[in-house]
């Protein structure tokens, strides 16, 4: 009988936008070879770059989040193996995998080490060098205790084992280490190849979804390109990546709340007044290019938010932003924008965190309802940062 995988995938491949879409269509690539019949089910909703699996003999479901219909669906296809891509569906789908077909190999697909992911942007918020204390954060938690409750673990990279081994003490029976598998260049392409001395210019590419792709750019945009120009005043950089466009927005209305006693707005404040004292308004894109160069000091760009979002931030101050709710009501005679929609559009510049920990008591770092505006907000900025 034909061996039949299922790979639960957080989102649809994208190989031509991703690593992480590359690295998928190479392990279905694999148990194709091994003559495996092969099902792609995820619950997330399709891109215009989503590759057609359907065109390579792979069954494409789509799939949902805390529903039952997931445990008949998996008991009649009744699988060999279950490849989960990123250990947020290992949480989500593999105690009913587990439950309804005990049977079958359960295999994680970590696509890098998320609590290292992690570890790092917290460091880089932080403005300090990444050591190994910043390993251990709730990611981490969620992540190995997946990787515990998987049979075997797919790690991409040498540093990540020796993280797993002797930063979290895994049993390396538990992992194993499978790097890109990508054809090697033969000698005769490599001499067809023009030479160092004969080539120009530079590139640089990257899905602007990743957020470090998105820093890397900037980084060497503002501050290594012009070092690069001063030697090679005729060399041309090349930015290439998918998405390009969901990231390249900057805040374009003078419109500001922050937090009182902000560093963030003092500092925009003393400026502004200072403007205006010495009577020089005749270039107004002075204050955006001001709050630009604030928002770059403070690191604050994921604050960063569209117009449409106002109201909805607003809305946000109430509790019943955290209560499970399928539609959030109109306000101030304002229809609420979907979710979805707040990511396309001109950005604007929104604080509002303070009110919701001081006014409510609310912690930003609880869990709240899966239904809630909070959490189905931030499953959407995880899902743009991971991908």
């Given at each position: 009988m034909r061996k039949h995988l299922l790979i639960i995938g957080f989102v649809w491949p994208e190989p031509k936008s991703s690593a992480a879409g590359s690295r998928m269509m190479q392990l279905i690539e694999v148990f194709h070879s091994e003559e495996y019949h092969i099902t792609f089910a995820s619950p997330c909703a399709k891109s215009d770059n989503a590759f057609n699996l359907e065109s390579i003999g792979v069954s494409q479901v789509s799939i949902e989040l805390n529903n039952s219909s997931f445990d008949v669906f998996i008991k009649k296809l009744n699988p060999n193996v279950v490849l989960f891509d990123r250990f947020m569906m290992e949480?989500?789908?593999?105690?009913?995998?587990?439950?309804?077909?005990?049977?079958?190999?359960?295999?994680?697909?970590?696509?890098?080490l998320h609590c290292l992911r992690k570890g790092r942007q917290q460091a880089f918020k932080d403005d300090k060098p990444f050591d190994e204390s910043y390993l251990f954060n709730d990611t981490a938690k969620r992540e190995i205790a997946s990787i515990y409750r998987s049979d075997l673990s797919l790690i991409i990279s040498?540093?990540?084992?020796?993280?797993?081994?002797?930063?979290?003490?895994?049993?390396?029976?538990l992992l194993l280490y499978l790097p890109f598998?990508?054809?090697?260049?033969?000698?005769?392409?490599?001499?067809?190849?023009?030479?160092?001395?004969?080539?120009?210019h530079f590139i640089t590419i990257g899905n602007f979804l990743h957020e470090p792709n998105y820093n890397a750019v900037l980084y060497l945009k503002e501050t290594i390109w012009p070092l690069i120009r001063k030697q090679l005043p005729k060399a041309e950089?090349?930015?290439?990546?998918?998405?390009a466009s969901q990231k390249s927005y900057v805040p374009n209305i003078g419109v500001l709340k922050a937090p009182p006693k902000s560093e963030f707005y003092k500092e925009a404040y003393e400026k502004c007044i200072s403007y205006n004292l010495k009577n020089k308004n005749d270039d107004k894109l002075k204050y955006m290019r001001m709050l630009r160069a604030l928002i770059k000091k403070y690191k604050y760009e994921k604050y960063v938010k569209m117009p449409k979002v106002f109201c909805?931030?607003?809305?946000?101050?109430?509790?019943?932003?955290?209560?499970?709710?399928?539609?959030?009501?109109?306000?101030?005679?304002?229809?609420?924008?979907?979710?979805?929609s707040m990511f396309n559009g001109p950005y604007t510049v929104?604080?509002?965190?303070?009110?919701?920990?001081?006014?409510?008591?609310?912690?930003?770092?609880e869990k709240y309802?899966?239904?809630?505006?909070?959490?189905?907000?931030?499953?959407?900025i995880d899902l743009y940062d991971k991908v």
């Open positions: 949480e989500q789908f593999g105690w009913r995998v587990k439950e309804q077909c005990p049977d079958a190999l359960r295999v994680l697909d970590t696509e890098d040498e540093a990540e084992m020796d993280i797993l081994k002797h930063q979290f003490k895994v049993d390396e029976s598998m990508l054809n090697s260049i033969s000698e005769e392409d490599i001499k067809t190849l023009p030479k160092f001395e004969n080539r120009n950089l090349h930015v290439y990546g998918a998405y909805n931030l607003d809305w946000w101050h109430s509790k019943e932003a955290f209560m499970p709710i399928h539609k959030f009501p109109s306000k101030y005679g304002v229809k609420a924008p979907t979710i979805s929104h604080f509002w965190r303070d009110r919701i920990t001081k006014k409510y008591g609310l912690s930003l770092n309802d899966e239904k809630s505006l909070w959490e189905i907000m931030i499953k959407y």
